[in-house]
């Protein structure tokens, strides 16, 4: 069953969101977000969620357009919009649980934003959505291209990956087997 939609907001959020089985709680943070969209780009999937970083737990939605990440956190006197372009992400994770899912966003310099309490069926539709939009290396002129990242250490690499696996986004064998490829075993 698909939730009741916001009235106002933009047609192509509209369309992404109504795929949601509830908006419980969100329906301000759509409409900040509606307004948060840029002319020059289109929705391509958007999720009710909560962000995570270090111990701070948001409640909004993730939407996810041909250029950038967004996600907007509003609540009835205040609001927040934390914006991921593209170009910037260096790699994405999906996990499912029983219920709900959840998608790790790794940006440049490695800087991690978990986003979780996805339901479960919406996860592959968003996951899509951004995989489908990374820039693929030497698609863009050299001219155009934003500077490569700096390559983290292997020992900053693997202290993120425990972090990872011990949030319980990586199983061990994940860990050991990413582990294993960046000592080049």
């Known amino acids: 069953m698909a939730a009741k939609?916001?009235?106002?907001?933009?047609?192509?959020?509209a369309e992404a969101v109504a795929q949601e089985n509830t908006l419980w709680g969100s329906k301000k943070?759509?409409?900040?977000?509606?307004?948060?969209l840029r002319d020059d780009e289109r929705v391509l999937a958007a999720t009710t969620?909560?962000?995570k970083q270090g111990s701070v737990n948001q409640s909004g939605v993730l939407i996810v357009t041909d250029q950038r990440l967004l996600f907007v956190h509003a609540r009835?006197?205040?609001s927040a919009?934390?914006?991921?372009p593209l170009a910037n992400i260096s790699g994405v994770i999906d996990r499912k649980g029983l219920l709900q899912g959840a998608i790790v966003v790794t940006g440049s310099g490695g800087i991690t934003t978990s986003f979780t309490n996805i339901t479960k069926d919406?996860?592959?539709?968003?996951?899509?959505?951004?995989?489908s939009h990374l820039r693929v290396p030497g698609s863009v002129p050299v001219a155009q291209a934003a500077p490569?990242?700096?390559?983290?250490?292997?020992?900053d690499q693997i202290r993120k990956l425990a972090g990872l696996r011990d949030a319980g986004i990586l199983t061990e064998e994940e860990f050991t087997a990413k582990k294993r490829l960046i000592l080049g075993l």
């Open 49 to 51: 969620t909560y962000r």
């Open 81 to 84: 919009t934390e914006e991921i």
């Open 29 to 36: 943070s759509l409409t900040v977000a509606s307004g948060a």
């Open 76 to 78: 009835a006197f205040a």
């Open 122 to 131: 919406r996860v592959a539709p968003v996951m899509e959505a951004i995989r």
């Open 5 to 13: 939609v916001p009235e106002g907001l933009r047609s192509d959020l």
């Open 148 to 155: 490569a990242p700096a390559v983290p250490d292997s020992a």
